[in-house]
C-alpha cells in the first residue's frame, strides 16, 4: 500500500438549509488516480474545492502528506501543490491565452514589466504539449468551451503540480481531445502527480482509474479498487435506486412538419472556409427528436443559434416556421414565435448567477405572470415550484442561490425556464454536459415525454450513445456540411463517425 499523499478525515461542510458533506473519510495514495464518482449534488465539487482551497469553512480534517492543512485561499492550495481544474470554466474572457495560463503569476522583466513575449512563447510550448493549435494571444472569450478548457488544463501544467484535481475535464472535449488529454493524463502519472478524477462517464473511470470512491448524498458509500468492481455496480452505488430506462418499444408518432429549413448558410467572414454553414436542408415535425450529430467545429451551435436568431453573423437561405418564413435578429423574437434554446455553455450563457433558482426559473415568462402591471407573486411560485417539482430540481429552495446547486441541477433550472414559456420548437445544445448518469436518464425520459406531447426538439451531443438513444432521426454536420441523415433504425456509431469525418 502506498502511502496517502491526502487523508480526509470527517469532513463536514454546511451551507443555508443543505449539508453538502457529512462525515467524509477516505484516503488518496501517492501516484494513483483516485476517481470520485456521485450523482449531481452528491458532494464532489464541494469536497475538490474544499480540497483546493476554494472552500475554506468546514468541519473535519484534511492531512496533505502527513501535514494538517486547513487552506485559506487557492493561492495557499497552490504553495503546497495542489491544483484544480473546475468543471465550470474559470477563464477571464477579456485577456488573452497566455494571460489566463499565468494569472497571478505572471512573468516579469527586469525592470518589472509584464514579460508578454516569455509568457506567449511558454504558453505556447504548454498548448504544444496538449496538441491545442490556439495562439497564445487569442483572447480567451473568443474560443470554443472545448478550447477555453485546454486552457485551464494548461494552466494547470504551468503550476507543475504534484496534486492535481480534474473536475470533468472531458466534458466539452471531442474524442480526439479527450485521447489527447488520456496522453496528458498518462505523461503526469508518469512524472508521479497524484490525480483525483471527478467524472459522470463510466467508461473513463475505469479505463483511468486505480480506485473508486462513491459520494452520495455528501457521504462517502464506499471506496474500491477498480478491478473489484464493476460500472454497472458503481452505477448503482452512486444513485441507490433503480434507474428510469426510456421506453423505446412505443414508436413516436410525429405529426406536421412544424420548423423546415432550406439552403441555410451562415458567413464566415475572414476565414478561409467563408461559411460556418452551407447549405443547409432538413424538416423537423411535431413529436420529434432530431438528433444532430458532428466533431467539435461542426456547425452543431452554430446551427441552433442560426434558429434562435444568436447567431454572429445573418445567415442566408430559408428558415420555416409552421409555413411562415422567419428571420430572427433576437433570441427574444424566437422566444416569442415559440422556440427555445437551452445553450451548451451553462455558466457564460445559461444561468443568472445574481439571481435564485426561482428567479432564473421565472425570467422568461415574467411578462405572462403580470397582474396590474405587477408580478403575481403567487403565480410565480407556483409555476417554479411545479417545474421544481416536475424536473426533480434538488435545491434547499426556490429561494436558493442557484450557484448553491450542482452543476446537473442548473441546468434542469434552465430547461425548466424555457420549458414555462410553452414553446413549439425546443432547442438543446449539449444538455448533459456535466450531468451524472441519474440525471441523464430522467433527461433522456423528460425529452420523449415533452415529444409525446408534440413538442418538437432538436438535441446536439457530443456522445454518440446518448444521440443513439434519444433521437427519432440523427443529422451529421462535417465543417459546416449535411454529410448524412439517418433514421433510428439506421443509424450506428460508425455510420455517423464516418459521415462526421467526411470534410
Known amino acids: ?41 452528491a458532494g464532489k465539487s464541494t469536497l475538490m474545492k474544499i480540497l483546493s482551497g476554494v472552500e475554506t469553512q468546514y468541519e473535519g480534517e484534511l492531512f496533505v502528506k502527513g501535514n494538517l492543512k486547513q487552506f485559506t485561499s487557492t493561492r495557499d492550495a497552490e504553495s503546497s501543490e495542489i491544483s484544480i481544474i473546475h468543471q465550470e470554466l474559470n477563464l477571464v474572457e477579456e485577456l488573452s491565452a497566455a494571460a489566463n495560463i499565468f494569472l497571478g503569476r505572471e512573468k516579469r522583466t527586469a525592470l518589472g514589466f509584464l514579460d508578454n513575449p516569455a509568457m506567449e512563447t511558454a504558453a505556447a510550448e504548454l498548448l504544444r504539449q496538449l496538441d491545442c493549435d490556439v495562439h497564445p494571444g487569442t483572447l480567451a472569450g473568443s474560443l470554443r468551451v472545448g478550447d477555453q478548457q485546454l486552457l485551464e488544463i494548461a494552466r494547470a501544467l504551468s503550476l507543475k503540480t504534484e496534486i492535481l484535481i480534474m473536475d470533468e475535464p472531458t466534458s466539452a472535449l471531442t474524442e480526439a481531445e479527450v485521447a489527447r488529454l488520456y496522453r496528458v493524463i498518462e505523461r503526469l502519472r508518469a512524472n508521479g502527480v497524484t490525480i483525483l478524477y471527478i467524472s459522470h ?17 455528501g457521504r462517502v458509500v464506499q471506496t474500491l479498487k477498480k478491478a473489484d468492481t464493476s460500472p454497472q455496480q458503481i452505477t448503482h452505488l452512486m444513485v441507490g435506486r433503480e434507474i428510469e430506462r426510456l421506453d423505446q418499444s412505443v414508436p413516436t408518432a410525429t405529426g406536421e412538419v412544424v420548423l423546415k429549413v432550406e439552403d441555410l448558410s451562415l458567413p464566415w467572414p475572414g476565414h478561409a472556409r467563408k461559411w460556418r454553414l452551407h447549405n443547409i436542408n432538413f424538416e423537423l415535425r411535431r413529436g420529434e427528436i432530431l438528433g444532430i450529430a458532428g466533431l467539435m467545429g461542426a456547425g452543431r451551435t452554430e446551427l441552433l443559434e442560426c434558429l434562435f436568431g444568436a447567431s454572429s453573423e445573418v445567415p442566408q437561405g430559408k428558415i420555416l416556421l409552421e409555413g411562415i418564413q422567419v428571420l430572427f435578429s433576437h433570441p427574444s423574437q424566437a422566444k416569442a414565435a415559440g422556440i427555445a434554446m437551452v445553450t451548451e455553455d451553462r455558466k457564460r450563457l445559461g ?20 397582474k396590474g402591471g405587477l408580478i403575481n407573486s403567487r403565480r410565480e411560485r407556483e409555476s417554479v415550484s411545479e417545474i421544481v417539482n416536475n424536473l426533480r430540481v434538488k435545491t434547499a429552495s426556490a429561494q436558493s442561490a442557484i450557484t448553491s446547486l450542482s452543476g446537473g441541477n442548473q441546468q434542469k433550472t434552465i430547461i425548466g425556464r424555457w420549458l414555462l ?6 432547442l438543446l445544445d449539449d444538455p448533459t454536459r456535466g450531468v451524472d448518469v441519474g440525471a441523464k436518464a430522467e433527461l433522456y425520459v423528460l425529452m420523449k415525454q415533452l415529444a409525446r406531447q408534440g413538442m418538437a426538439v ?7 450513445p446518448e444521440l443513439l438513444t434519444v ?33
Open 421 to 426: 414559456t410553452k414553446p413549439k420548437v425546443l
Open 1 to 41: 500500500m502506498a502511502e496517502p499523499i491526502i487523508e480526509i478525515r470527517q469532513v463536514t461542510k454546511r451551507f443555508p438549509g443543505v449539508i453538502a458533506l457529512q462525515d467524509v473519510t477516505f484516503d488518496v495514495e501517492t501516484g494513483e488516480l483516485h476517481s470520485i464518482c456521485g450523482e449531481n449534488g
Open 201 to 217: 462517464k463510466m467508461d473513463e473511470v475505469f479505463r483511468l482509474s486505480d480506485r473508486i470512491t462513491v459520494l452520495r448524498d
Open 458 to 464: 432538436m438535441v446536439t451531443s457530443s456522445e454518440l
Open 471 to 503: 433521437s427519432d432521426r440523427i443529422l451529421v454536420l462535417s465543417e459546416g456540411h449535411l454529410t448524412g441523415s439517418f433514421s433510428r433504425a439506421e443509424a450506428t456509431e460508425q455510420k455517423i463517425m464516418e459521415a462526421a469525418t467526411l470534410g
Open 351 to 370: 444561468i443568472f448567477s445574481e439571481l435564485d433558482v426561482g428567479q432564473n426559473i421565472s425570467m422568461c415568462t415574467l411578462e405572462q405572470m403580470r
